[in-house]
């Protein structure tokens, strides 16, 4: 059974920085497109960040330039690391892993949520202003 744990978040003021992480087990890593979702109080789940199986990645604009997602398979975990954090960057921050990544061409990245079939339970992330 795949399972996916996100850590690494936690309270910053503005203009700080956080490096959230990801792990799976119970799966071949290297095999899923893995991508990074939030969501507020009382707003839909958005996308933030995804990575492919060969480690192209793509960003919302909204924090392009200021997050920086990576892989390390040997780990069988990501990472978002997040600078210049904002106080509209609060919220849950999610994992999610896509299966279906490896029957794509290895540039596949998935960035709506019902692409992913496996999530994580999320970790806060909140900037104060």
């Known amino acids: 059974q795949v399972q996916l744990g996100e850590s690494g978040g936690g309270l910053v003021q503005a203009g700080g920085s956080l490096r959230l992480s990801c792990g799976l087990s119970?799966?071949?890593?290297?095999?899923?497109?893995v991508g990074w979702f939030r969501q507020a109080p009382g707003k839909e789940r958005e996308f933030v960040a995804a990575?492919?199986?060969?480690?192209?990645?793509v960003y919302d604009d909204s924090v392009k330039g200021r997050f920086t997602m990576s892989r390390d398979n040997a780990r069988n975990t990501v990472y978002l690391q997040m600078n210049s954090l904002k106080f509209e960057d609060t919220a849950v921050y999610y994992c999610?892993?896509?299966?279906?990544?490896?029957?794509?061409?290895?540039?596949?990245?998935?960035?709506?949520?019902?692409?992913?079939?496996?999530w994580g339970q999320g970790t806060q992330v909140t900037v104060s202003s």
């Open positions: 119970g799966g071949t890593f290297s095999r899923y497109a």
């Open positions: 990575i492919s199986r060969s480690g192209s990645t």
């Open positions: 999610a892993a896509d299966p279906d990544a490896y029957y794509f061409s290895d540039g596949y990245m998935p960035s709506r949520p019902d692409q992913y079939d496996y």
